[in-house]
Nanobody, 124 residues
Framework: RVQLAESGGGSVQPGGSLRLACKLS????????MGWFRRAPGKEREGVAA???????EYLDSVKGRFTISQDRAKNTLYLEMNSLTPEDTAMYYC??????????????????WGQGTQVTVSS
């Protein structure tokens, strides 16, 4: 019922920046919260950032001050600006949407729609 498509991933050197985008389509009118998650090889998926309808935001501790999540609801688009990237940020990044909660959360249990992911690689 809700489709998400990520873009903007790629390869960057340490200290570089990337801006990811996620476009939502389908039955988006019940989407309350959106978030970014990532999965690195050999690691489990973790919540990176989330944003709710009031623009309240939540971040993974390791990305605070470096990443910024934002949304353009008129365009059904979610963004993640990533600065000061390190090799530890290398992962598949997924956007997700929740129709179940209105309070911002990076707990993936609350998210019921997921994109296919976009690869971010940080290396020298």
């Amino acid at each position: 019922r809700v489709q998400l498509a990520e873009s903007g991933g790629g390869s960057v050197q340490p200290g570089g920046s990337l801006r990811l985008a996620c476009k939502l389509s389908g039955d988006t009118y019940n989407v309350d919260c959106m978030g970014w998650f990532r999965r690195a090889p050999g690691k489990e998926r973790e919540g990176v950032a989330a944003i709710d309808s009031t623009d309240s935001r939540e971040y993974l501790d390791s990305v605070k001050g470096r990443f910024t999540i934002s949304q353009d609801r008129a365009k059904n688009t979610l963004y993640l600006e990533m600065n000061s990237l390190t090799p530890e940020d290398t992962a598949m990044y997924y956007c997700a949407a929740s129709t179940r909660i209105a309070v911002v959360s990076t707990d993936e249990r609350w998210y019921d729609h997921w994109g296919q992911g976009t690869q971010v690689t940080v290396s020298s």
